[in-house]
């Protein structure tokens, strides 16, 4: 039906790199029983002022404490692509996981969302890649924007 538009098909891992450049979270990666949405950076999808939901209250107490982890987005500055569960380090301690990584065609780049304790924000991160550490860079998301430079 597309092909006389030029459309060709595309796969999971098409949608999934897609997905990602966007930053955009997935149901068992960025979000899950264990990672609320505020922790996942939806905090603009729930209402905690408006109408009772199951979970509220809890998310209530979540937000007053201070969250204790929060997703981010990192670009590899070295060789190799982090990949979903592998650890984000703060020199010898393991500070989060990759939640969801690729290389992207787009920006020519490994990217990749992981979940940081909030007290290793600001630290200097890399991703142990089969071993070996990888220095990672913090970046705003979407990864992807209107205008944005292919390779920036």
Do not use: C, K
């Amino acid at each position: 039906m597309g092909a006389p538009h030029g459309a060709l098909p595309a796969g999971l891992g098409a949608r999934d790199t897609l997905r990602l450049e966007a930053a955009l979270p997935l149901y068992g990666h960025e979000l899950s029983r264990a990672i609320s949405p505020l922790e996942a950076g939806l905090d603009f999808a729930v209402r905690l002022d408006g109408p009772d939901f199951i979970g509220r209250e809890a998310l209530r107490r979540l937000r007053a404490g201070g969250l204790p982890r929060r997703r981010i987005g990192l670009v590899a500055e070295g060789a190799g692509i982090p990949r979903e569960g592998y650890d984000v380090v703060s020199g010898e301690r393991v500070v989060g996981r990759v939640t969801s990584g690729t290389r992207t065609p787009w920006l020519d780049r490994a990217i990749a969302l992981a979940l940081l304790e909030a007290n290793a924000l600001e630290a200097p991160l890399a991703v142990r890649i089969r071993g070996r550490d990888v220095a990672v860079r913090r970046v705003e998301t979407p990864f992807y924007r209107t205008g944005m430079a292919q390779g920036s």
